[in-house]
T-cell receptor, first 115, second 111 residues
């Protein structure tokens, strides 16, 4: 079974540019989450999809961030325009939609550097 | 702020020694989880302890939970160089799937 995959693994862009991160969850996982770790600080929740619907987007920092999950499969996270403080590692995770606890599997992350 | 805190921030030990990492959180939780992140890799789930549990073991890992103090500890016994990584606690609250992570402990195990 393939794990959660994220593309690209690294991205270096200039301030003001646009970047799109992609996450392919494990097949059959309805839950998809985005997290990010900025400047060695704690890992913070960004948002949660259940299939194609945004269940919780309380962690999205501002309207420069747009997440989509068309068709309930892969998800994209677009940052437009990117700012210096957006630098960090963006993690995606997926899990099955079952009652109670189900383990979330994380991707290897995308390291974004805004210069 | 909802984030957890971990201490120490960094820990260096010799192979064979035990490593203890502590985590404090602020919310009421459904469960608390520990993750490991090797350099440049994703987060790997290690162990989960539910709010009604006090201690749990998995191999060389031992996790304790004290909900009255809102704290947890992760003990790695007989550490190995391969245990070198960053370790994060993550709290899952009630009626939510999102995880609130701690700041992480960077563990270095010297052979």
């Amino acid at each position: 079974e393939a794990g959660v995959t994220q593309f690209p693994s690294h991205s270096v862009i200039e301030k003001g540019q646009t970047v799109t991160l992609r996450c392919d969850p494990i097949s059959g996982h309805d839950n998809l989450y985005w997290y990010r770790r900025v400047m060695g600080k704690e890992i913070k929740f960004l948002l949660h999809f259940v299939k194609e619907s945004k269940q919780d987007e309380s962690g999205m920092p501002n309207n420069r961030f747009l997440a989509e999950r068309t068709g309930g499969t892969y998800s994209t996270l677009k940052v437009q325009p990117a700012e210096l403080e957006d630098s960090g590692v963006y993690f995606c995770a997926s899990s099955r939609a079952e009652g109670g606890y189900t383990e979330a599997f994380f991707g290897q992350g995308t390291r974004l550097t805004v210069v | 702020s909802q984030q957890g805190e971990e201490d120490p921030q960094a820990l260096s030990i010799q192979e064979g020694e035990n490593a203890t990492m502590n985590c404090s959180y602020k919310t009421s939780i459904n469960n608390l989880q520990w993750y490991r992140q090797n350099s440049g890799r994703g987060l790997v789930h290690l162990i989960l302890i539910r709010s009604n549990e006090r201690e749990k073991h998995s191999g060389r890992l031992r996790v304790t939970l004290d909900t009255s103090k809102k704290s947890s500890s992760l003990l790695i016994t007989a550490s190995r160089a391969a245990d070198t990584a960053s370790y994060f606690c993550a709290a899952e609250g009630y009626n939510t799937d999102k995880l609130i992570f701690g700041t992480g402990t960077r563990l270095q195990v010297f052979p």
